[in-house]
C-alpha cells in the first residue's frame, strides 16, 4: 500500500460538534464563571427572539440554582413556542436554526449558541438539558430530555412526554453545570441581564440568584421594537466570489431581471444601467456570464451610487427607547442619544446608535463605563479588542469636557456610553460573539455618533457652568452682599449702603441711575446709563416728566401724553460703555417717576423698570 | 490718641472705604500684598526680605472673594466692639470658635482666621496684638546668663533665666514687648531647633561655659520667639546663632528667623535678625563629621528644588549647600553627634563651627 493510501484511512470529517467539544473557548466557555453567564445570555438570547418574532412582549424568568457542585440554569419565556418535532435539534444539534440564510437582523445568527450551552452542560455534568415548550392555551407542552450526539452532531432524545404546564405558551430549558456564580458589578449574570435590560427596555426580566435573593428588571415601555425584515443582499461591497455564486445559482432567466430580484436597493433603471456600464445583454441568462463578465459587472457595481439599503431588515433601539432604558438602570442628571443612518459594509447593512448619561449617582473619577451592544444583546468580555472602545478611544474628549488623562484612551467622568451597532451580520473577531471586528466602515460610523453626543454633551455642560456662573452670582447678591452691607452700617453708624449699582455690576447688568441738581432755579437731570454686560445692549430708554424740558442732550423723541410727556432715547452701548443723558425743567412741582427700559430683559436691567 | 484709638481708627478705615466703594457704585474689593515666594523683595534699608509690588485683589465679584471680604467685616466689628472698646483680648484660636456664631461668616478652620488676621496686619499696618488677639503659649524657652523684668497681668517679676527658672529655663510670654532686659553676661545666643538639643547643652554646662544664652524655639519659631531674639541682638548686641536638623525645613526655620519669613513678611523689620548665623547642620557637615542619616523623602526634595528659586536662599553658600544635599539624597538630625558621645557637640562640633563663623 502507498504512504498516502495508508494515509487516507486515517483521514475522515469531523464534526461541528467534537470540533466544538476540544475548543470550547471558541464559544465563551473557557471559565467557569464566563461558562455561566454564557448559558444564561443565550438562552435569553433565545427568549428574545422567540418573543420578538411572535410578537409578545417578553417575560423572561432567570433562575440559578446551586445542586451540590453543579449550577442548574432555568430560563422561561412567555414566547411562542417551540413545534415538538423540532425541539430536540433546535436544542441539541449545531448549526442548526432559521436565521443563518436570512438577511435580517436578530441575536441569534448561526445556530450555535444554545446548543453550545446543551454541550457544555452535559460535558461538565452530564445531565441532559430538559425542555418544556408550549404553543398555544389549547395543546399540552412537550417535555424532553436532550443530549448531543457529538460524533454526528444530531441530537439523542432520552425521554419525551406531554406534561400539563400552566403557561398559556413559552419554552423552558433547564441546564446542569459546572459553574461559579459571582455577583459583580460587570462581568456577572446580573451584570450582563441589567444590560440586556438597558437595550431591551420593552423586557422584563427576573432574576433568582443562587441564595433565593430576586432582581426584577422591569420593563419601562410596552411598545415592542420595531420588526426587521428580511432582505436581499446590497450591492454594495458585495465580493466576486459571492456574485459569481449568486449568478451560478439564480433561477432568473435574464441579466436584468436577475439584478433587480437579488439585490437590494436595485430598480428596473438601475440594472439596465448596470448592464449598461459593464457593456452586458440585459437579456441574457445570469448563468452564462463568464468570470471575466462577472467581475465588469462587479467593477459596475462599485461605480455606480446605489441608495442605502432599506431600513426594515434592521431594528433599532430607537432613541426614545435609549433613554428609557439609561433613566432606567441608572440615576442620571443627562442623557444623550443619536442614532445614524444606516450604511453597508461588505453588503451587508448596519446602523450605528449612541447613548451617553451623565452625572447623577455615576462614580466622578474613574473611567467611563461603556455598554456595548450587537444586535441588542450586551457584549461582556474582550472589551479591548472591540471596534466600539477602539473608537471611543481615538476621540479627543477633552475637546468635549471630558477627562482623558495622557489625551487617549477611555475617557474619565461621571458618564455611561452606549454603543449599539445593529446589522444583518454583525462582523465579530471570533465565534464567542465577544468584540466587534474593526471594520473601517463600522468603525468610521461609531466615531461619527460618538461625536454627536460629544457635541451635545459639550452644549450641556457649557450650559451647565453658565448656570452654576449665575447660581453664584445670586449667592453673593442674595446672600452676602447685604450681609456686608449691613455689618458696615452697624460698624460705622450709618444707613446701609445702596448695594444697587454694584448688583448691575456684578450680575452684568445695564444700569440706569437719574441724579438731580440745581442750577439758576432749574433742575439739572442726568441720567447715567451703562453696560456692565458682555455684550452689546440696544433698547430705548423712557422718562415720563409733567412739562416740556429744555436742552434735552442727546436729543430725545418726545410725545405729549395725557398729563406731561413721554421722553425717549434710543441707545446702543457697546459692552462696558457708558453715557449720559441731560435735560433741564423747572423746579417747581416736578415729580419725578421711574424710568422704563424698553427692549430688554427684565433681569438684566438694574435701577429701572422693563416694559 | 492711645494705642486703643489708634487701633480702633484704622479698622474703621476700612470699613469706612469699604461703604464708600458701595456708594459709589465700585464692586467692593482689598488690594493686598500677594504672600508667595515669587512676591518677597530684599529691603536695603532693614536688612530683611519684605513684599513686593505684586497685589492679589480681593474682590465680591466671585464667591470666595465675597465670603473673604464678609469675613473681614464681622472679623473688623468683633475687634472694634469687643475688643478695643472693652479693653479685652482673645487668643486666635478664641476668634476661630467666636466665628461659629456668624452663620455663613464662619471661618472653617483656625488657619483661615489665622491668615485673615494676618491680612488685617498688613491692611492697617499694625500688629495682631495692636487688636488685643494672642497666640496659644507655645513653650519656647531661654536658658543663659540674663537678667529681665516682666510686666504681667498681676505684677512685675525680676528673673534670672539661669538662677530663677527650672531646667526648662524660662518661658517666652506672647507680648514680648512687655519685656526690660535688665543685665546680662553673655557672649551669645544660640537659638536651637529640638528639645533634646537643648536640654544636652544645658546638661553639658555650654551656657555657662560658653557665657551663652540657650533658645528652644521648637521647630518653626512662633512670633514671640523671633521677637525676642531680635531684641537680644537689637538691644544688647549680642550676636546670634542658629543650630538646627540638617533638612530643608530646618533651612526654612534659620531663614524666618534671619531673612524673614513668607507668611509674615509685612513684620519682618519686627522680628528678623538679619545678623543671626547658621552653625548647622550643614550638608557639609554630614560629610565632614561622618554622620548618621535618613535619607531623604520626595518631600524632601520637593522642598529642596523649591529652595533653589527662593530668593532668600539665592546666595552662593545656600546654592552649594542645597546642591550638596540633594546630590547626597540625605538628611541629619541635631542629635546625629550623640553618635560619637554625649560631649562630642559641646566639647569638638560646636566650638569647631564657633571659630569658623568668629563668635569665638
Known amino acids: 500500500m502507498e504512504i498516502a493510501e495508508e494515509l487516507a484511512k486515517n483521514q475522515k470529517a469531523i464534526s461541528v460538534a467534537e470540533f466544538f467539544e476540544k475548543n470550547r473557548q471558541i464559544l465563551g466557555f473557557d471559565s467557569a464563571p464566563r461558562a455561566l453567564i454564557t448559558c444564561v445570555k443565550e438562552a435569553v438570547d433565545n427568549s428574545l427572539d422567540a418573543c420578538e418574532d411572535g410578537c409578545i412582549l417578553p417575560d423572561i424568568f432567570v433562575q440559578i440554582k446551586r445542586i451540590g457542585d453543579y449550577y442548574s440554569v432555568a430560563v422561561e419565556d412567555n414566547g411562542p413556542g417551540i413545534v415538538a418535532d423540532e425541539v430536540p435539534k433546535v436544542f441539541a444539534k449545531l448549526l442548526y436554526g432559521s436565521r443563518f440564510h436570512v438577511l435580517r437582523q436578530s441575536r441569534g445568527q448561526q445556530g450555535i449558541g444554545i446548543s453550545a450551552a446543551v454541550l457544555y452542560s452535559q460535558l461538565t455534568s452530564g445531565k441532559p438539558a430538559r425542555i418544556t415548550s408550549k404553543i398555544g392555551p389549547d395543546h399540552r407542552a412537550t417535555y424532553c430530555e436532550v443530549v448531543i450526539n457529538t460524533a454526528k452532531n444530531e441530537p439523542e432524545v432520552l425521554r419525551t412526554e406531554e406534561v400539563d404546564w400552566e403557561r398559556p405558551r413559552g419554552t423552558r430549558i433547564e441546564l446542569e453545570m459546572e459553574g461559579a456564580y459571582v455577583r459583580s458589578r460587570r462581568q456577572s449574570v446580573y451584570g450582563s441581564l441589567k444590560n440586556v435590560a438597558i437595550v431591551n427596555p420593552h423586557a422584563r426580566i427576573t432574576l433568582v440568584e443562587p441564595d433565593g435573593n430576586v432582581e426584577i428588571f422591569e420593563r419601562a415601555t410596552d411598545t415592542l421594537p420595531k420588526k426587521s425584515y428580511a432582505i436581499q443582499p446590497h450591492p454594495e461591497g458585495i465580493e466576486l466570489g459571492e456574485l459569481i455564486k449568486l449568478l451560478r445559482y439564480t433561477e432568473r432567466k435574464k441579466l436584468a431581471g436577475f439584478l433587480k430580484e437579488t439585490f437590494s436597493s436595485i430598480g428596473s433603471i438601475t440594472s439596465h444601467e448596470l448592464c449598461k456600464m459593464s457593456d452586458l445583454d440585459p437579456d441574457r441568462p445570469p448563468t452564462s456570464l463568464d468570470h471575466e463578465e462577472a467581475k465588469r459587472l462587479l467593477a459596475a457595481f462599485r461605480k455606480i451610487k446605489v441608495k442605502s439599503p432599506p431600513v426594515d431588515c434592521l431594528s433599532p433601539i430607537g432613541e426614545s427607547l435609549i433613554k428609557a432604558g439609561l433613566e432606567k438602570e441608572y440615576r442620571l442628571d443627562f442623557i444623550v442619544t443619536t442614532v445614524r443612518p444606516v450604511s453597508v459594509y461588505s453588503g451587508n447593512p448596519f446602523l450605528v446608535e449612541v447613548g451617553l448619561g451623565y452625572g447623577g449617582e455615576l462614580d466622578r473619577e474613574g473611567r467611563v463605563d461603556v455598554l456595548r451592544f450587537a444586535n441588542r444583546v450586551p457584549l461582556v468580555y474582550?472589551?479591548?479588542?472591540?471596534?466600539?472602545?477602539?473608537?471611543?478611544?481615538?476621540?479627543?474628549?477633552?475637546?468635549?469636557?471630558?477627562?482623558?488623562?495622557?489625551?487617549?484612551?477611555?475617557?474619565?467622568?461621571?458618564?455611561?456610553?452606549?454603543?449599539?451597532?445593529?446589522?444583518?451580520?454583525?462582523?465579530?473577531?471570533?465565534?464567542?460573539?465577544?468584540?466587534?471586528?474593526?471594520?473601517?466602515?463600522?468603525?468610521?460610523?461609531?466615531?461619527?455618533?460618538?461625536?454627536?453626543?460629544?457635541?451635545?454633551?459639550?452644549?450641556?455642560?457649557?450650559?451647565?457652568?453658565?448656570?452654576?456662573?449665575?447660581?453664584?452670582k445670586e449667592e453673593i447678591i442674595r446672600k452676602i452682599l447685604p450681609r456686608i452691607a449691613r455689618k458696615l452700617s452697624d460698624i460705622l453708624h450709618q444707613d446701609e449702603p445702596d448695594i444697587a449699582p454694584v448688583v448691575a455690576k456684578i450680575m452684568g447688568n445695564v444700569s440706569v441711575k437719574r441724579t438731580i441738581e440745581k442750577e439758576n432755579g432749574l433742575m439739572v437731570v442726568r441720567i447715567a446709563v451703562e453696560n456692565h454686560g458682555e455684550t452689546a445692549r440696544t433698547f430705548k430708554l423712557h422718562d415720563v416728566i409733567p412739562q416740556e424740558a429744555s436742552d434735552v442732550s442727546p436729543a430725545a423723541k418726545a410725545i405729549p401724553i395725557g398729563n406731561g410727556y413721554d421722553y425717549h432715547w434710543k441707545l446702543s452701548l457697546a459692552p462696558g460703555k457708558a453715557t449720559s443723558l441731560t435735560y433741564k425743567v423747572r423746579s417747581e412741582g416736578q415729580i419725578f417717576s421711574d424710568l422704563v427700559v424698553e427692549g430688554l430683559e427684565a433681569e438684566v436691567v438694574t435701577g429701572a423698570r422693563v416694559i | 490718641m492711645t494705642k486703643i484709638e489708634v487701633a480702633q481708627d484704622k479698622l474703621l478705615d476700612l470699613a469706612r472705604s469699604l461703604y464708600e466703594q458701595f456708594q459709589n457704585g465700585i464692586v467692593p474689593h482689598l488690594s493686598l500684598p500677594s504672600r508667595t515666594k515669587g512676591n518677597i523683595e530684599y529691603s536695603i534699608k532693614d536688612d530683611v526680605w519684605v513684599y513686593g509690588d505684586q497685589e492679589t485683589l480681593r474682590s465680591v465679584k466671585t464667591i470666595r472673594g465675597a465670603k473673604s471680604l464678609l469675613k473681614t467685616v464681622y472679623l473688623a466689628e468683633l475687634l472694634i466692639k469687643e475688643h478695643l472698646q472693652n479693653n479685652r483680648g482673645s487668643t486666635l484660636r478664641e476668634i476661630y470658635y467666636i466665628s461659629e456664631g456668624w452663620d455663613i461668616a464662619k471661618f472653617h478652620e483656625q488657619a483661615e482666621s489665622d491668615r485673615l488676621i494676618e491680612d488685617l496686619e498688613i491692611v492697617t499696618g499694625l500688629h495682631r496684638e495692636n487688636f488685643h488677639i494672642r497666640p496659644e503659649e507655645d513653650g519656647a524657652a531661654v536658658f543663659g546668663p540674663l537678667r529681665l523684668r516682666e510686666q504681667t497681668r498681676r505684677g512685675e517679676r525680676e528673673i534670672h533665666c539661669q538662677e530663677d527658672v527650672g531646667e526648662a529655663g524660662y518661658q517666652i510670654p506672647f507680648n514680648v514687648d512687655n519685656i526690660q532686659f535688665l543685665k546680662h553676661d553673655a557672649k551669645m545666643v544660640m537659638a536651637i531647633e529640638s528639645g533634646g538639643m537643648y536640654a544636652r547643652l544645658i546638661e553639658n554646662g555650654f551656657d555657662e561655659e560658653y557665657k551663652c544664652i540657650l533658645v528652644h524655639i521648637k521647630g518653626q519659631p512662633a512670633r514671640s520667639t523671633r521677637r525676642i531674639i531680635k531684641r537680644l541682638n537689637a538691644e544688647l548686641n549680642i550676636p546670634v546663632v542658629v543650630f538646627t536638623d540638617g533638612d530643608p525645613w530646618s533651612y526654612r526655620i534659620f531663614a524666618s528667623l534671619a531673612y524673614g519669613a513668607i507668611k509674615?513678611?509685612?513684620?519682618?523689620?519686627?522680628?528678623?535678625?538679619?545678623?543671626?548665623?547658621?552653625?548647622?547642620?550643614?550638608?557639609?557637615?554630614?560629610?565632614?563629621?561622618?554622620?548618621?542619616?535618613?535619607?531623604?523623602?520626595?518631600?524632601?526634595?520637593h522642598a529642596l528644588r523649591s529652595e533653589l528659586t527662593d530668593p532668600r536662599f539665592n546666595t552662593d553658600y545656600w546654592k552649594k549647600q542645597i546642591q550638596l544635599q540633594i546630590d547626597l539624597k540625605k538628611k541629619a538630625e541635631q542629635q546625629a553627634f550623640a553618635g560619637k558621645g554625649l560631649d562630642y557637640v559641646t566639647k569638638t562640633y560646636l566650638p569647631e563651627r564657633l571659630s569658623e563663623l568668629g563668635i569665638i
Open chain 1, 382 to 472: 474582550q472589551q479591548g479588542a472591540c471596534a466600539v472602545t477602539h473608537a471611543i478611544e481615538s476621540i479627543p474628549w477633552k475637546n468635549y469636557d471630558l477627562a482623558q488623562p495622557g489625551g487617549e484612551g477611555i475617557p474619565t467622568g461621571p458618564a455611561v456610553l452606549l454603543v449599539h451597532v445593529a446589522s444583518t451580520r454583525i462582523p465579530f473577531t471570533s465565534e464567542s460573539k465577544d468584540a466587534i471586528a474593526d471594520v473601517p466602515e463600522i468603525l468610521a460610523e461609531v466615531e461619527l455618533g460618538l461625536k454627536e453626543i460629544a457635541r451635545k454633551l459639550r452644549r450641556y455642560m457649557t450650559r451647565q457652568s453658565a448656570l452654576s456662573e449665575r447660581r453664584e
Open chain 2, 264 to 301: 509674615s513678611a509685612h513684620l519682618s523689620e519686627h522680628l528678623v535678625t538679619p545678623s543671626a548665623k547658621f552653625i548647622g547642620v550643614q550638608p557639609s557637615d554630614i560629610v565632614e563629621y561622618n554622620l548618621s542619616t535618613d535619607k531623604l523623602t520626595d518631600q524632601d526634595m
